[in-house]
T-cell receptor, first 115, second 116 residues
């Protein structure tokens, strides 16, 4: 069964460093998402992406964040200058279409630790 | 406004007990989807169920059952004869037409601890 994959599973970085989290969505999916979960808290929507553009973003997704689909398979989340409060689990998801009738499939997550 | 409330922060039961996890949602839309996810200690999100707003039939899957009541905006989840492997955080989530895309709005989760 096709699945969303994410690399790395755990990333440790120093405050102020740039970090790129990578995701490989399911191959025929067109809509991609990033969610964040700070330890012990709820999962929060960050951004959705379609046709090489951001479709929707939350107030969390500020100028420090960017997303890209650099090739036909990867979908990346970049944090330009990490802060301690960026430490969280980051989940990638994908869906065939962007309507609510279409289910999102989640990856296993990348745990980001900023020291 | 879209909102999902899981009032139970933590629940502790003894194995073989039945347990119900509550979920109350808010949405202005008449068409929406509700979800339950399980998050074990390993951290991944395990999809359990997706239910659309037009299908109010209760669903049973093995030891799991879901009670959807539009009149009270609730989508509760019951585990029958709980097992230690059920110990996890459980999230309820909502997707509606309130945004540009089908993002999920999650509740704060309920930590279920099943004691042997």
């Amino acid at each position: 069964e096709p699945e969303v994959t994410q690399t790395p599973s755990h990333q440790v970085t120093q405050m102020g460093q740039e970090v790129i989290l990578r995701c490989v969505p399911i191959s025929n999916h067109l809509y991609f998402y990033w969610y964040r979960q700070i330890l012990g808290q709820k999962v929060e929507f960050l951004v959705s992406f379609y046709n090489n553009e951001i479709s929707e973003k939350s107030e969390i997704f500020d100028d420090q964040f960017s997303v890209e689909r650099p090739d036909g398979s990867n979908f990346t989340l970049k944090i330009r200058s990490t802060k301690l409060e960026d430490s969280a689990m980051y989940f990638c998801a994908s869906s065939e279409e962007g309507r609510i009738t279409h289910e999102q499939y989640f990856g296993p997550g990348t745990r980001l630790t900023v020291t | 406004a879209q909102k999902v409330t899981q009032a139970q922060t933590e629940i502790s039961v003894v194995e073989k007990e039945d347990v119900t996890l509550d979920c109350v949602y808010e949405t202005r839309d008449t068409t929406y989807y509700l979800f339950w996810y399980k998050q074990p200690p390993s951290g991944e999100l395990v999809f359990l169920i997706r239910r659309n707003s037009f299908d109010e039939q209760n669903e049973i899957s093995g030891r799991y059952s879901w009670n959807f009541q539009k009149s009270t905006s609730s989508f509760n989840f019951t585990i029958t004869a709980s097992q230690v492997v059920d110990s996890a955080v459980y999230f309820c989530a909502l997707s509606d037409y309130g945004g540009a895309t089908n993002k999920l709005i999650f509740g704060t989760g309920t930590l279920l601890a099943v004691q042997p």
